[in-house]
């Protein structure tokens, strides 16, 4: 189970990583958007990637709650580059989704989120 999660994670992320290239007429993506979107992906996915397969291969709880909490927190970001490719040339609205993730932070010292 914790193996065929860590795949369809893998799959989700590529799959956003290049949805940029599929057409679209009515958001208007821009090249620059078009090429910059699979970094930030890439730079999202990094932790959550090594967090999830070192869980998978320790399977111990603890490894597999830092994943989860990993992955919970960097849906935040996830979100923000959607609303950056979304948005196009209006970037405020990605940088107010982003700042989400500081009451997140916040909260996850006094609350745990697994």
């Known amino acids: 189970l914790l193996r065929s999660g860590g795949v ?8 956003m990583a290049f949805a940029s290239y599929c057409p679209d007429p009515g958001i208007g993506i821009s ?5 910059i979107l699979p970094i930030f992906i890439g730079l999202i996915c990094y932790p959550i990637l ?8 320790t399977e111990r709880p603890r490894k597999i ?4 909490i990993s992955v ?3 849906l935040i970001l996830l979100d923000a580059v959607q609303c950056y490719l ?4 209006r970037p405020i ?3 107010v989704v982003a700042s989400l993730l500081l009451p997140s932070l916040c909260l996850g ?3 745990r989120s697994t």
């Open 8 to 15: 369809l994670i893998l799959i989700g992320l590529l799959g």
């Open 31 to 35: 090249s620059t958007q078009q090429n």
């Open 50 to 57: 090594r967090s999830t397969f070192s869980a998978i291969m």
């Open 65 to 68: 709650q830092a994943a989860v």
């Open 72 to 74: 919970l927190k960097s």
């Open 86 to 89: 979304v948005a196009g040339n």
């Open 93 to 95: 609205f990605a940088i």
């Open 109 to 111: 010292k006094i609350i």
